[in-house]
């Protein structure tokens, strides 16, 4: 992770975690111009780091616009990787973790089944 923290400005990811989402919004837009000039570079070691900041620190964090941050930053990292995706991505399209636990952690609950309430 201390490569991540020496690629991603303080100021950005202090914005990821604000309770405003245009601040957060842009922060994340900052963390997506960051992994597009990594991956363009071939730096895949430090993508992989900023992947693992966001997920260990943001998105399994207790406080709530933390995992908010979390999830804008890792969606934004996505759209940066662009056709590199795939080296970041699981065979089943997720980012190396679980992806229903971190649903779960960030609070976001959805229904299966036919006729949920």
Known sequence: MADALSVIP???????????YEKR???????????KQLAA?????????????LIMEFTLSAQANYRKGGLIGLAAATVGLTTEAAQHLDVRGLVKFNFYQLL??????????????
């Open 10 to 20: 303080a100021s950005v990811l202090r914005n990821l975690s604000d309770k405003l």
């Open 25 to 35: 919004k842009n922060a994340a837009l900052e963390v997506e111009g960051i992994v």
């Open 41 to 53: 570079a071939g730096d895949h070691d430090k993508i992989t780091s900023v992947i693992n900041l």
């Open 104 to 117: 779960f952690v960030a609070g976001i609950t959805f229904k299966i089944g036919a006729g949920s309430k």
